[in-house]
């Protein structure tokens, strides 16, 4: 980290520390915690999924959508830059086409890439677990349609 001592503009004694990021930390720290809010988003679905076999109830199917085909992107870029890298996380790629990167940005690329891929292994639980307690799926949703409507509308 990156930190200097400035006079501050309004008292000539006083000293701050200011920490300096360049934007690519901004950009990369961002595209990360989005990744991250897709996949809290899928999770806690997932878990609701597990638990009621239905999606949660106050979470709109629209944001519901969104929030997986967010994760689709997050854990397909993964995968794709750990393929054509050789074994490279994002984190490693990232601070390496635009680094030096501060640690806080390296952290949070790392953990949108971890929770993306937990995010996409309890997609693959969640419907095992459907399946296995006989769940009638309508489509590729993962779950039954008509009996979680039928919850909801109680």
Known sequence: VHF??????RSKGSKNLA??????DNLFSGL????MGFSIGVLWSEYSIIMTGCGPPNFSD??????Y???????????FNRIVTLGKGLEETTNELFGPLLESTLWQVRAAEYAGSLAVLGS??????????GASMDGLS???ISLCRAIRDL
Not at 4 to 9: D, E, L
Request: net charge neutral.
């Open 4 to 9: 200097c001592n400035k006079q501050s503009s």
């Open 19 to 24: 920490v300096y990021s360049r934007r690519e």
């Open 32 to 35: 990360a915690e989005i990744g």
């Open 62 to 67: 629209f944001l519901e959508r969104i929030c």
């Open 69 to 79: 085909q967010g994760v689709i992107v997050l854990a397909g870029l993964a995968l």
């Open 124 to 133: 693959v639980v969640a419907l095992a677990v459907q399946i296995q307690s």
């Open 142 to 144: 993962g779950i039954d």
